[in-house]
Nanobody, 123 residues
Framework: QVQLVESGGGLVQAGGSRRLSCAAS????????MGWFCQAPGKEREFVAG????????YYADSVKGRFTISRDNAENTVYLQMNSLKPEDTAVYYC????????????????WGQGTQVTVSS
């Protein structure tokens, strides 16, 4: 079992950058594939990016390719989401999640979730 805590959210201007972190407060992430999802008000939770156990493979939603980068540091028990060239439509609560399978592209592939961190992009 793993418990996840996201941080790094906040208010940022369009075109700006933000780095989100997801740390395991209980357990270790090294046994899991990890992912980031986002959920805007009134919308379904959507896949953003995923990474395999060792960090050697990553995959992204088309909407964030070339702008967002997922990475992990298993020694630090942390996963990151670097977000660049942010747009107002990126405004959402961002969740990290852990999966025992790979690849994990939908929310039902994931077993453990953090509480989320709000990212607001102003125009």
């Amino acid at each position: 079992q793993v418990q996840l805590v996201e941080s790094g959210g906040g208010l940022v201007q369009a075109g700006g950058s933000r780095r989100l972190s997801c740390a395991a407060s209980v357990g270790t992430i090294s046994s899991y594939a990890m992912g980031w999802f986002c959920q805007a008000p009134g919308k379904e939770r959507e896949f953003v990016a995923g990474i395999n156990w060792r960090g050697s493979n990553t995959y992204y939603a088309d909407s964030v390719k070339g702008r967002f980068t997922i990475s992990r540091d298993n020694a630090e028990n942390t996963v990151y989401l670097q977000m660049n060239s942010l747009k107002p439509e990126d405004t959402a609560v961002y969740y990290c999640a852990a999966a025992t399978i790979y690849p994990a592209l939908i929310r039902y592939d994931y077993d453990y979730w953090g509480q989320g961190t709000q990212v607001t992009v102003s125009s």
